[in-house]
């Protein structure tokens, strides 16, 4: 059973380019978090969403960013107009539906993309 | 969620149980125990969870005090591997976005 997937690993990017990152959930997940860990932070909460809905965006930017989860394919964290402090490290996080589970619905990381902004 | 404290680090010998504690005293009644770690740069992995009971799995046992506000990760064998930031949330679950702390550095000593 492979594990969430995200791609690039690694994405270099030029100030005012835009950025997209994508994460495939495991199998048989349907929400998908994105979160953002800056240099020598701890992990920040950015988004969560649902097959074609957003439920949680309370940790985004309110400017340039955003994260869809379409109906088919992986999630995609989007950053537009990239600026030095969007480098970091994004991770996206997939767990099981609620209704299946019956316990709390334990979250798994993926291995993370790492942005550079030149 | 409530917050959680946990000391910034920690030592351990490699071959001995590495103990790490957490305190949650704000904790409420329908919120679980998670504890996750992150190697180096990697992206975090799920160690163990509780509500109130003591849980054990592969990787570790989690010892839940029984007023709650306080919990305690023990690796029983630690090895070189487990060097890394351990982070204990405290969470409903369901599908909340978790808050990471700080966590505690756990590193083994060879």
């Known amino acids: 059973n492979a594990g969430v997937m995200q791609n690039p690993r690694h994405l270099v990017r030029r100030r005012g380019q835009e950025a997209r990152l994508r994460c495939s959930p495991m199998k048989g997940h349907s929400h998908v978090y994105w979160y953002r860990q800056l240099p020598e932070e701890g992990l920040k909460f950015m988004v969560y969403l649902q097959k074609e809905n957003i439920i949680d965006e309370s940790g985004m930017p309110k400017e340039r960013f955003s994260a869809e989860f379409p109906k088919e394919g992986p999630s995609i964290l989007r950053i537009q107009q990239v600026v030095r402090g969007d480098s970091a490290a994004y991770f996206c996080?997939?767990?099981?539906?609620?209704?299946?589970?019956?316990?709390?619905?334990?979250?798994?990381f993926g291995p993370g993309t790492r942005l550079t902004v030149l | 969620d409530a917050k959680t404290t946990q000391p910034t680090s920690m030592d351990c010998a490699e071959g001995r149980a590495a103990n790490l504690p957490c305190n949650h005293s704000t904790i409420s009644g329908n919120e679980y125990v998670y504890w996750y770690r992150q190697i180096h740069s990697q992206g975090p992995q799920y160690i163990i969870h509780?509500?109130?009971n003591n849980e054990t799995n592969e990787m570790a046992s989690l010892i839940i005090t029984e007023d709650r506000k306080s919990s305690t990760l023990i690796l029983p064998h630690a090895t070189l591997r487990d060097t890394a930031v351990y982070y204990c949330i405290v969470t409903r679950g369901g599908a909340d976005g978790l808050t990471f702390g700080k966590g505690t550095h756990l590193i083994i000593q060879p």
């Open positions: 996080a997939s767990s099981p539906p609620l209704r299946t589970s019956g316990r709390p619905d334990t979250q798994y």
């Open positions: 509780g509500l109130k």
